[in-house]
């Protein structure tokens, strides 16, 4: 007989979203020009990351997520864009009404996300910007990368 053994999705969880903040945005801009308005507002850099791209399976394809990151320099924080949506599919689909997923991890990911949730507001082509919890997004696994 042999052992089987289970994939811990939760302790997964915990781990990967261990110091963080999610921000909702919906802005109608494309992935490349949303970044670079992000970048001019911000004074970032995110980047394309192919490599974290997340792949999911749907009616027999495979569906790919763009992430773009930007990682400051000695800061000890990091930051994530998901396009949460691409060809009719979404990512999320408990939010269906977000086009990003801006993941801030930090050692204050909360009162970042505040100040960040607030300066987007500010942003004339991001119709909504709000904090989510992440205890409530059932999907929370498609974003482990």
Known sequence: MSAKWTLDTLA???????????IGIAS???????????????????????????????????????IFQYIPHLSGTKHLIYKLKNDKETLLPEAKQLDYLWMI????????????????RDIQDIQLAQILATDKLKSLDHLII
Request: proline content about 6%; aromatic content about 14%; some cysteine.
């Open 105 to 120: 991890q930090s050692n204050s990911p909360d009162s970042d996300a505040q100040a960040t949730t607030q300066s987007l």
């Open 28 to 66: 109608a801009l494309p992935a490349y020009r949303f970044c670079w308005l992000l970048n001019k507002h911000f004074n970032m850099q995110f980047k394309r990351e192919p490599e974290l791209d997340v792949c999911l399976q749907s009616t027999g394809r495979q569906i790919y997520f763009p």
């Open 12 to 22: 997964m969880q915990e781990d990967f979203f261990a110091d963080t903040a999610l």
